[in-house]
């Protein structure tokens, strides 16, 4: 599986951003995917996760702002991302995970895309 973001950019506080993630590989290998954004202390936080029969999860601090979609016949993954925040800048990472199960921890995933930086201003 591999997995390629775009959709990244700066944008002032209050705006949007949609990002997308191209993917490639078997769909059988792809049982929950989800986006995640990485922390000062380097670790990968998850801000939502998808199933493959489109069951949603989101963290505290995106819900209610964001929304995670895909689009089976486009393998394409989708974070709709609005009332952006500065504390929402940072890198945001595309994942799959090819076991079964849906989970919020990034060590369950096992693909990862290269990353795209989004920056919101004050």
């Known amino acids: 599986v591999q997995l390629v973001e775009s959709g990244g950019g700066s944008v002032q506080a209050g705006g949007a951003l949609k990002l997308s993630c191209a993917a490639s590989?078997?769909?059988?290998?792809?049982?929950?995917m989800g986006w995640f954004r990485q922390t000062p202390e380097n670790e990968r936080e998850r801000g939502a996760t998808?199933?493959?029969?489109?069951?949603?999860t989101y963290s505290d601090s995106v819900k209610g702002r964001f929304s995670i979609s895909q689009d089976s016949a486009k393998n394409t993954l989708y974070l709709q991302m609005n009332n952006l925040k500065p504390e929402d800048t940072s890198i945001y990472y595309c994942?799959?995970?090819?076991?079964?199960?849906?989970?919020?921890?990034?060590?369950?995933?096992?693909?990862w895309g290269q990353g795209t930086q989004v920056t919101v201003s004050s």
């Open positions: 994942a799959a995970r090819s076991r079964y199960g849906c989970y919020t921890s990034s060590q369950y995933f096992n693909y």
């Open positions: 998808i199933n493959r029969y489109g069951s949603t």
């Open positions: 590989g078997s769909t059988d290998r792809r049982h929950c």
